[in-house]
Every structure is written in structure tokens, then in C-alpha cells.
């Protein structure tokens, strides 16, 4: 009698173990198509593509203000790269020095599918030495995406900014930076974009 309860027992086990991990095999198989489902890339890395080629740009109102900006699909249009070349200034260098160079900035654009969210950093040879994390989000009837972010050029100074791409057409498109003073978000500076190469 006592053997059966056992044997009784131990096929219980068996089955609820077996059980378990089926349910466990299905919901890992699940949670690995789910996320290579996130992994691709969807509309809105199309809409950060049509933003691919090269550019040149110019300060609405300091016409000395301006440059190239190459934008380029990487990972099969997962990610995009951004090189951004301007004119001669003076720039911060070691031993308190100074010395004169190209402004550049390298940045990373991209779309995160779970978090719902256009993200950039963004990092450049000039003033800072921090990494920029911009957040953000598609406007799609005014055709802008709007990224925020705070900066802390100074320690302890922090300073809330804005950058809004509008898409003017397939040959061009306006970047526009605010920085928030009083509540209030001032336009500091606006480029002009125009397409010069795929």
C-alpha cells in the first residue's frame, strides 16, 4: 500500500515537473519571438531614414554658421550614424590651452520599439565633455521629431534643451534648438538643411 502511495506520488511529480517546463519552454519560445519582433526595424526607423544622405547646412541668421552632415544607416537600418563637419573655431584642449580645429559632433540616432521612444547621443569636439541623451517623439501632423534633454555644462548648472527636425520635403529640412529660461522654452539658433548627395 505504502509503495503505491509512493509510486502515485513520484508520477505526480513527474507530470507537474513536466508540465513546468513545458509551460516554461512555450513562454521562453514566446519571449524570444517577442523580442527578436522588437529587434526589427519598423516605420519609424523608415521615417529616421529618410533623413539618410549627405547635407549641407547653414544658420538662418550667421551665415558663417554652417557645414556638411552625413547621415548613414547601420545594422540594417537599425541604428544611423551622424557625422556633422563645420567651419574653423577655437577649441578647449589640454593644459588650459586653445587651439583652432573643425567643429565635428558624432551621434547615434535610433528608434526603441519596447520603450516606444527616438533616442540620440550625441558627443562633440567643442564645448562639454559629456554625452548627450536625447528623448524623442514624432509629431506626425506638424512632420517634426522633437528630442529633449539636459545638459550640465557647469557642475551642478543644469540647463533643460530642445532640438526640432522639420521636414520640409525629401530635399530638405530645418533643425531648430531651444534652450528653457523662466519656464519657457527661447529659440537659440535655427539650421537650414539642404540634400547634396544619397
Known sequence: MKNGIKNTVAIGLFLLLFHM???????????????????RPGTNHSLLGQLVGTWNFQDSKLP?????????????????SVEITGGKIQMPVADGKMKEDYYKSQQIEGYDNPRMGFYTSSINNHIGSDIQYQTGVYDAAEK?????????LIKGKFQKDRRVIRMIDSSHYTETYFEQRSGQYVKVRELNYTKSGG
Open 64 to 80: 558663417f554658421v554652417k557645414g556638411t552632415l552625413v547621415r548613414k544607416p547601420i545594422y540594417d537600418g537599425r541604428f544611423f
Open 21 to 39: 517546463n513545458a509551460f516554461s519552454q512555450k513562454e521562453q519560445s514566446e519571449q524570444m519571438i517577442q523580442m527578436l519582433d522588437y529587434s
Open 144 to 152: 517634426k521629431l522633437i528630442y529633449d534633454w539636459d545638459s550640465e
